[in-house]
């Protein structure tokens, strides 16, 4: 079975603010450039999920509430 991943974005709510970027420890989230969501954004995106903490500063930045963590 699949771990869940630690850090979710919620692909349609994002609007690739970078404010989740600047503000982890680990400098593991990134504005991805592959896919836009239905507004229009390129969302952000954990590069390492293995190296996600849980801290969730990612998520109490974001002032979209877009983005999930879990331990």
Do not use: H
């Not at 954004?41 to 990612?58: G, I, K, L, Q, R």
């Amino acid at each position: 079975m699949a771990e869940k991943k630690k850090m979710t974005v919620k692909f349609d709510e994002c609007k690739g603010c970078g404010l989740c970027t600047v503000s982890c420890p680990k400098k593991i989230v990134e504005i991805q450039k592959e896919k836009r969501n239905k507004k229009g954004y390129f969302t952000a995106v954990c590069t390492d999920d293995d190296a996600c903490v849980s801290c969730a500063v990612c998520a109490a930045m974001c002032p979209d509430c877009a983005i999930a963590v879990y331990k």
